[in-house]
């Protein structure tokens, strides 16, 4: 009598999962029968089946942490804050980017069916309980996304960006294998629980252990885009199409934050000594690098780029401090982060137009005559991205810095606000060219309704949570017991 309870409790605990893969396969012979003009039901489709994959998720959540599918599945209050953050953001996306894809012919089933994979893909490795669901989450998020990077198949230079990704990235998942296997062959376990206890046993010492600990620092530091392992961000993010850029450094990183948090701190946590020295290396280099070249840039995707290293400087700022409180700051700096990286290359879809990219930083020259409120509205990413208060991207800042602070890394501290300083530089540049340069185009923003009023509510999510931080800093908090 027992095993059917089980079983019935594990698909429970799973129905967003398997909610989302139903769909997907839907939409997918849906669109088969489509027309160029009726394309606009597979986007309909793909926003109702992510609003009942968060149906599921709120419906079936859980309030501490449970075990399903002998240990390859972890439902947590964590995984499911972090499955709704990437529902939103993955569902803003596709808002903003259905008009430049339909104004450029792009407005194809597979966007949006790639896209609903790529977060499958999320939501595996949020709740990967062991190395084998971690990885197949890793490779399923990847693929959809090598497939996005190459999505518009008359552009030459997004199929070069999506060869170099799929080559680096290839390599990245061998190197992440292998720091798995050789794990496995020291704990003799595969399941992120039991390694923990084996690790313990073992000897965090070994130097088996120690091994196979460096290549699954490398792989994560791919996976999150962080120097020396960044060669793939500046390419990917100027050469794909912008709604893909958009997707690529937004939702994917929650997926980064979570691969590091299952791996390193609950499977290798009692080794913190051995990777928290890796990962003081990789934070301190995509500060300094990622802010440092970002100021050369003339293109502002290229530009968010190098952004996006120095921002996982700061995400890993959080986790390496070891604590719960550096792992609350870290994920609450993640969240922030992706509101902020989704609103800002949505303000970039805005500025297009057919013919017209909008994203060179020349192309902003002005836009305070052309366009008050969307000025003020970049304004407010640009602030919040700095860190200027009361803009969220100021608490997230924070809250990093004082982690690292609490565990007597004061001088690692030091060298975030420093660079936290330089960055300020090339975002404040972006508002005086809205501000204080003649506009060197004079055509009228062609956006519709809807992503106007999206990307409005987008800006001010990101000043009305830096007023009011508490409650997603108490969020953190309560998922990150």
Not at 144 to 152: G, K, Q, S
Not at 229 to 250: K, L, N, Q
Not at 346 to 352: E, F, H, T, V
């Amino acid at each position: 009598m027992s095993a059917p309870v089980i079983a019935s409790f594990e698909f429970a605990a799973a129905s967003a999962e398997l909610f989302l893969l139903a769909a997907i396969c839907v939409i997918l012979l849906v669109d088969v029968f489509l027309s160029e003009r009726t394309r606009w039901v597979t986007f309909a489709l793909s926003l109702l089946a992510i609003a009942g994959t968060a149906f599921a998720t709120v419906h079936f959540s859980v309030s501490g942490r449970v075990v399903a599918f002998s240990g390859t599945y972890i439902a947590d209050p964590m995984g499911d804050v972090l499955k709704l953050f990437a529902y939103g953001t993955v569902a803003v996306a596709f808002l903003y980017s259905r008009e430049y894809l339909q104004r450029r012919g792009l407005l194809k089933g597979e966007y949006f069916v790639l896209g609903l994979v790529g977060l499958l893909g999320i939501m595996v490795m949020i709740s990967a309980g062991s190395l084998i669901s971690m990885y197949l989450g890793i490779e399923l998020l990847s693929l959809a996304l090598y497939a996005m990077v190459a999505f518009d198949r008359d552009s030459g230079v997004a199929a070069e960006s999506a060869m170099k990704y799929f080559v680096l990235g290839a390599i990245a998942s061998g190197t992440l294998l292998y720091g798995f296997s050789i794990v496995y062959g020291m704990t003799g376990t595969l399941q992120l629980d039991d390694i923990a206890v084996a690790v313990r046993e073992v000897g965090v010492n070994k130097v088996g252990l120690i091994f196979g600990l460096v290549f699954i620092v490398a792989g994560i530091a791919f996976k999150f885009g962080a120097v020396p392992f960044h060669m793939w961000i500046p390419d990917v993010y100027e050469g794909a199409p912008t709604p893909v850029t958009m997707f690529i450094g937004s939702a994917p990183k929650i997926a980064s934050f979570v691969l590091a948090i299952r791996i390193l701190a609950e499977g290798l946590g009692s080794m913190l000594a051995s990777w928290q020295g890796m990962l003081i290396a990789l934070a301190v280099l995509s500060l300094a690098i990622g802010n440092v070249v970002a100021i050369a840039q003339s293109n502002l995707k290229r530009m968010l780029a190098y952004s996006t290293i120095s921002h996982v400087g700061f995400i890993l700022l959080g986790i390496l401090a070891g604590t719960t409180a550096g792992y609350r700051a870290s994920m609450f700096y993640t969240l922030v982060y992706v509101i902020m990286t989704v609103g800002s290359f949505g303000m970039i879809l805005l500025m297009s137009r057919e013919g017209f990219e909008g994203d060179r930083l020349e192309d902003f020259k002005g836009l305070a005559r052309r366009s008050p409120w969307f000025a003020a509205v970049m304004m407010m990413f640009m602030f919040s991205t700095a860190g200027v208060p009361p803009f969220v991207g100021f608490w997230a800042k924070v809250v990093v810095i004082e982690a690292a602070l609490d565990v007597g890394l004061a001088w690692l501290a030091a060298v975030a606000v420093v660079f936290s300083v330089i960055a300020a530089f090339y975002y404040l540049r972006i508002v005086k060219l809205m501000y204080f340069d003649e506009p060197t185009e004079n055509a009228a923003i062609q956006a519709g309704g809807t992503v106007r009023t999206v990307l409005t509510l987008n800006g001010l999510a990101v000043l009305v949570l830096g007023i009011f931080p508490g409650a997603l800093i108490q969020l953190c908090a309560q998922v990150l017991p």
